[in-house]
């Protein structure tokens, strides 16, 4: 098998930056990336044979941790039957019953084949249901790569500086209002200074993609009744949330009901998928039964459906949500008292799976507060992770997110080696 260095050699001669989608090339922590041989549980092993107990998880979808027999033996049988028939298929059914069952909101569901094409087509749905051209997006808030929501964005455009992607004709961005995360009076004056012409906001109700940000109190209400208020669509992006924080995802916890919920990762079991769904009024403007186009080869893909159904059917049986909060918190308290010990200012926010570690002494509630913490700190301590045997997410600028597969000796291990890559620093 070639190394990693052997393999991304080559692989930088044919694929820009060595990688097919760039927070992967731990441009922002320094050094080149590993290449992963297989995986399983919560370890990935390279090509190098080294084994690295991971906090990525393959971005979120990998809950049950990764290659799990159940849903290895789902994708296997599903199999027998063929790959892809570009007809409608059972599994298509089972999905939308599942997914409509755990989102009250959700009355109607489109598959799609990834969070991007699931958030873009509900601001087309948005725009074409109000008809109006406006959408309201947050700083630091990542949705994906489209041109509408690619501006001031997080995740990989804020880890490799670029929030506001080249290529985006100011045509378009002159239609997506960018406000400040956690700043009520900013989504008044928004839609007070556009009057009717706000077709939607889209928000992730707990970001991951500046690190992990919560709301504060109340916030994820007011902008429940200013959508209300002005005519404006509420769109939550659950792509990372969904299933992720609870079976219902953030609207679950917190009781919002959005007009639009968008969803990936964990509904595709590690296979491409998205999906966006909601108000059946509003979804039956798309098409083939009203005047908003979207479409898909592979929507609905039979193998990536089976996979997701396995893992929402896990999810439904163990609800695990409680463990993996207790695992979660497991970690942010070991990085915190190694903190203290050594005197070191760090924020570590956490809710269920989803933490991350902030080098600052200011509470992080939007993306400059995330910016003011010490990226390059950051990037020492990944790199004294990642000597110890443990994978973190190669950005300041990430969720980390954990698995069942966790508990017990990784988890252990995992926190010993935190902390003393935290003392090392
Ligand atoms: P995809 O198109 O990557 O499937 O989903 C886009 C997306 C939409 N909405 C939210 C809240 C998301 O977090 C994402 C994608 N998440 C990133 C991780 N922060 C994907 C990792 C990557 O870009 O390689």
Same mark, same amino acid.
């Given at each position: 098998m070639p190394s990693s260095a052997s393999l991304f050699t080559r692989a930088q001669q044919l694929i820009p930056g060595g990688v097919n989608s760039p927070v992967r090339a731990f441009r922002s922590v320094g050094g080149a990336p590993f290449f992963t041989r297989s995986a399983r549980g919560a370890t990935l092993t390279t090509v190098d044979g080294r084994e690295l107990i991971d906090f990525v998880c393959t971005w979120g979808p990998a809950i049950h941790g990764h290659n799990h027999p159940r849903i290895r033996a789902a994708i296997a049988a599903a199999l027998e039957h063929g790959t892809s028939f570009g007809t409608p298929n059972p599994y298509e059914v089972e999905m939308a019953e599942l997914i409509v069952k755990f989102f009250p909101s959700i009355r109607k569901v489109r598959m799609c084949n990834s969070g991007t094409e699931a958030t873009m087509s509900a601001i087309r749905l948005a725009r074409g249901f109000t008809q109006r051209d /406006?959408?309201?997006?947050?700083?630091?808030?990542?949705?994906?790569?489209?041109?509408?929501? !690619?501006? /001031?964005?997080?995740s990989g455009a804020l880890t490799h500086g670029h929030p506001d992607s080249a290529g985006i004709p100011a045509a378009f961005a002159r239609e997506t209002v960018v406000l400040p995360y956690n700043d009520p009076a900013a989504i008044a004056a928004a839609f007070a200074a556009n009057p009717g012409q706000i077709a939607c906001i889209i928000l992730e109700p707990y970001i991951g993609n500046i690190g992990f940000i919560k709301p504060d109190a109340g916030y994820l209400q007011y902008v429940r009744e200013a959508c209300t208020t002005h005519g404006a669509l509420l769109i939550f992006d659950e792509v990372m949330t969904g299933f992720r924080q609870a079976r219902g995802g953030v609207q679950e916890l917190e009781k919002i009901t959005p007009d639009l919920t968008c969803l990936g990762k964990i509904i595709g079991g590690g296979l491409?998928?998205? &999906?966006?769904?909601?108000? &059946?009024?509003? =979804?039956?403007?798309?098409?083939?039964?009203?005047?908003? $186009? @979207?479409?898909?080869?592979?929507?609905?893909?039979? !193998?990536? !459906? &089976?996979?997701?159904?396995?893992?929402? @059917? =896990?999810? #439904? #049986?163990?609800?695990? $949500? &409680? /463990?993996l909060d207790a695992l979660g918190r497991q970690v942010v308290t070991a990085a915190l008292a190694a903190a203290t010990a050594k005197g070191l200012p760090l924020q570590a926010p956490q809710t269920g799976s989803m933490f991350s570690l902030f080098f600052t002494p200011t509470p992080v509630r939007d993306m400059p507060t995330a910016l003011a913490s010490d990226a390059k700190l950051f990037g020492k301590f990944f790199h004294a992770c990642l000597a110890g045997g443990v994978y973190l997410p190669p950005s300041a600028y990430e969720a980390w997110f954990l698995s069942t597969a966790h508990e017990g000796a990784a988890i252990d291990r995992a926190c010993e080696v935190i902390a003393s890559a935290i003392k090392s620093l």
């Open positions: /406006k959408i309201i997006k947050f700083a630091g808030c990542y949705h994906g790569h489209s041109d509408s929501l !690619l501006i /001031k964005a997080g491409p998928v998205g &999906a966006f769904g909601g108000r &059946a009024d509003v =979804m039956d403007y798309l098409a083939p039964l009203g005047p908003v $186009y @979207q479409a898909g080869t592979l929507s609905g893909n039979p !193998l990536a !459906l &089976a996979a997701g159904i396995a893992s929402l @059917q =896990m999810l #439904e #049986e163990l609800n695990p $949500y &409680a /463990k």
